[in-house]
């Protein structure tokens, strides 16, 4: 007796609700459900099910036995799928959703690289910042930057961030540069407008066993991440954001680091899958690919 093939015509038994019907669902024969159920019932010792010529129940232990078998199943439905995704060429539709900040500054200037070397891939993208529910919105893949709330989702941390502070070459040619954070009550600076509360943010520093919490006072803040850097681009002032938002700007030589050795470390950028999905083919040729991005 094959006891998995016999615990998948026990189970077909039970939500067909009769040992025929499910001979029928299963394109075999009455009197090889009878047997392959006697077989599983002779090697377990118990009675599974209690039958008559009119009716059928399941005992106590074949109530236990189904929902086991149940679990069993579906695990080795999994294992099979993603054994035989692991091992086969990355195609199909892929949807992925992400922040606008990873989408503009990271993902979006790759694309062209990742589409040659994965032709058979359909990408799907959606912008946006909320955390959404993967299964009902048909998601493939979640980047997101910040705490993650407790699920069944496998997270991979590609980037840890931390709060660094810029100002353009201009501005720092003009006004100079802070020694120390408690100099930064000196210079224009930047605030973020916490969208809800409408209060600035307060900037956080470190430096080894040194904290430093400053809130800026200057003329301008505004709850716009993206047209704050642009703000501060243009000469208005030092701004403080997550270094995934500045590095690139600062590598492109429109911003310089101001107070680079004190930098206070950040939320986390991690890529998310369901926990059924992280083997295919197509789901780790991106994650890879995002990955290697940081």
Known sequence: MDR??????????????????????????????????????????????????????????????????????????????????????????????????ISRQYIAPALPQFLVQYPDITLRITVGDRMIDMVEEGVDVLIRIGDLPDSNLIAKTVFKTSYMCCASPAFVARHGMPKAPQELADFPCLGFLNPKSRMVRPWQFSKGNDSHRFVPKGALAMDHVESLIEAAKAGCGIVQQMSVSLIPPVRSGELVPVLPDWLAPGPDVSVLVQQKNHRAAKIKAFVDFVAGLF
């Open 4 to 101: 998995l093939d016999a615990l998948k015509v026990f189970c077909s038994v039970v939500e067909a609700g009769g040992f025929s019907r499910a001979a029928d669902r299963l394109g075999i024969s009455t009197s090889s459900v009878t047997n392959q159920v006697s077989a599983l019932e002779t090697h377990f010792r118990t009675k599974l099910l209690n039958r008559t010529t009119r009716s059928m129940s399941l005992t106590e232990e074949g109530r236990r036995c189904y929902e086991q078998a149940l679990l069993l199943l579906d695990g080795m439905s999994d294992l099979e799928g993603s054994m035989m995704q692991s091992h086969s060429l990355p195609a199909g539709t892929l949807r992925v959703d992400m922040p606008s900040i």
